[in-house]
């Protein structure tokens, strides 16, 4: 027994980890968006301008949206951004009753590949349909709400649109609310049974599908991209292993193994009550020898110089991460506070050209989708 079931519950609840996956993100989004955006608002439409500022459906600007946006197509590979309006009826707000009501405007939100569930691309390379999944909350009411948490699953098509809701399995519903496998084609249950309910549908009078495609590179695969943390997410993870050996070392060098005689263990125990016994305490509390072994019983711990092993290997692992992405700047030889990097400026300027041609493209694939994404805010707002 290498170690017993307490203890592996003890190591996993102690387990720990510095998140370099999100610390590489979070630096590219930095990089990005450090120089500030320049958008030409002085020729924008008012609806534009009005848009950047309220980009989402809680206020925030375009750049929050669009720092989100970059961040999830970093880590997904891509991302989708939906458009809605909250007009209350279902053709195109003009600018005259836009101006009318104030509560009428375009907003955004961002819609993870996880959640975008089926699209359909033309010939011409534009979308023919999406179906995608959000989360509701029956939270209208605070005291007569259920509070509960469904799935809502939306389709987008360039004719029209459809909301739909999972039924719960105790709910009575009306009949002709009710997609089955007979009049709809969206998710029915494996049984035959009616799954969704129609909450809402109407006529997009858009013309197009009111979303766009944020990838990550130009792959070519639309599918299954390619995300920046694809590979750096497996050195993290050893990372997080390593650490938790290490931290099983220090734990065993600060509360050492006894080394006991075997028959002491089984005293007043058969054979299946003593396997027991040893596999709840495990060989990491007791090592056992043979009674007759002229040996008294004892306290180890293990050698310390392993964990100097574990610890170089973290760091390399550390060193690669930033390093595979072109950001080993970030990391000096050792760690951020142990010294000067002693890279050659060769090395630092191959380091700096291939994160330069990363963050070139990466701003180039937002601003086309912050282009595409204006186009659709003129054709919510009839502008």
Same mark, same amino acid.
């Given at each position: 027994i290498k170690e017993g079931d307490?203890?592996?519950h003890d190591r996993r609840n102690r387990a720990y980890r510095f998140n370099h996956t999100r610390e590489v993100i979070g630096l590219l989004t930095k990089y990005v968006f450090k120089e500030g955006i320049i958008r030409n608002s002085d020729d924008a439409p008012q609806c534009v301008s009005d848009f950047w500022l309220h980009a989402t459906l809680c206020g925030s600007d375009v750049d929050t949206l669009m720092k989100q946006a970059a961040s999830q197509s970093?880590? %997904?590979?891509?991302a989708w951004i939906l458009t809605d309006t909250t007009a209350q009826d279902e053709t195109i707000v003009s600018v005259a009753d836009a101006k009318k009501s104030s509560e009428n405007r375009v907003f955004a939100y961002i819609v993870k590949p996880q959640d975008m569930l089926d699209f359909s691309i033309s010939q011409?390379?534009?979308l023919n349909w999406i179906l995608f999944r959000v989360k509701h909350r029956d939270d209208q009411d605070p005291i007569n709400s259920t509070g509960a948490v469904i799935n809502r699953y939306i389709l987008w098509t360039k004719t029209d649109y459809m909301v739909m809701e999972e039924i719960p399995s105790d709910e009575k519903?009306?009949?002709?609310n009710v997609i089955t496998p007979s009049n709809g084609p969206i998710l029915p249950a494996s049984d035959g049974t009616p799954k969704l309910r129609l909450v809402k549908s109407g006529t997009n009078a858009l013309g197009v599908v009111p979303a766009i495609r944020v990838p990550h590179t130009e792959d070519g695969d639309i599918y299954a991209p390619h995300g920046l943390v694809d590979d750096v997410v497996y050195?993290?993870?050893? %990372?997080? %292993?390593?650490?938790?050996n290490l931290d099983a070392i220090i734990q065993d060098q600060t509360f050492s193994q006894l080394v006991m005689p075997a028959a002491a263990l089984n005293t007043g125990m058969d054979d299946m009550d003593a396997s027991k016994k040893l596999t709840e305490m495990g060989t990491k509390r007791i090592f056992t020898y043979a009674s007759d072994a002229a040996q008294p019983p004892k306290f180890i711990s293990p050698d310390a110089s392993q964990a100097s092993v574990i610890t170089n290997a973290i760091q390399t692992n550390i060193n690669e991460i930033y390093h595979s992405i072109g950001m080993a700047g970030e990391r000096t030889k050792q760690d951020n506070s142990m010294g000067i990097d002693n890279s050659s400026g060769v090395a630092k300027a191959y380091d700096f050209d291939r994160l330069n041609a990363m963050l070139r493209m990466k701003a180039r694939r937002l601003e086309d989708a912050e282009n595409a994404l204006v186009n659709l805010v003129c054709l919510w707002s009839g502008d």
């Open positions: 307490f203890e592996f970093s880590i %997904n590979g891509c011409s390379g534009d519903i009306a009949v002709q050195l993290d993870r050893a %990372n997080a %292993n390593y650490l938790s």
